[in-house]
């Protein structure tokens, strides 16, 4: 049986751009930064967690050949990758720093059945989405 998921990738398109949005601004930390050569594998996550990583990947070899990651580019750039849900205690206090370092934001924090969210896209167009879970 499964007990967890370790790492979820996030494409981006730089990932030096990616570091100073991810590691600079959302304060993730690096867990793995290796030059595999024929991929930079490059992994972030939650400070304390690094069992919880997010791959920041560039579309291309190995995982996609260049068709693929022309179209995965394109679909990046607009949007509509799907997103990645951020959980904190302190939903409008995060909304609030990370407005301060310059991170804009599509949603302000509102209330939802579920608890508190707002949502932003990274540099890249990656939608994601900060929440304070409710109780």
């Known amino acids: ?9 996030v494409f981006v398109l730089d990932q ?23 991929m930079r594998w490059l992994t972030v996550s939650v400070p304390g ?9 560039v579309p291309g070899p190995p995982s996609h050949g260049e068709e693929v990651a022309a179209a995965v580019r394109d679909l ?3 949007g509509a990758l ?14 609030k720093r990370l407005s301060d370092l310059g991170v804009e934001f599509t949603e302000e924090p509102v209330e939802q059945p579920y608890g508190i969210d707002c949502a932003l ?15």
Do not use: W
């Not at 030096?16 to 867990?31: H, P, T, W």
């Not at 967690?49 to 990947?57: A, C, D, G």
């Not at 799907?82 to 909304?95: E, M, N, S, V, W």
């Open 121 to 135: 896209r990274d540099p890249f167009g990656n939608h994601l989405r900060i929440t304070q879970p409710a109780g």
């Open 76 to 78: 990046l750039t607009k």
């Open 49 to 57: 967690k690094p069992e919880q990583r997010i791959l920041l990947e």
């Open 82 to 95: 799907g997103a990645t849900i951020l959980t904190t205690d302190d939903c409008r206090g995060t909304f």
């Open 16 to 38: 030096e751009e990616a570091i100073d949005f991810y590691v600079g601004k959302l304060g993730f930390a690096v867990v793995e930064d290796v030059d595999l050569g024929f």
């Open 1 to 9: 049986m499964f007990t967890g998921i370790s790492i979820h990738t």
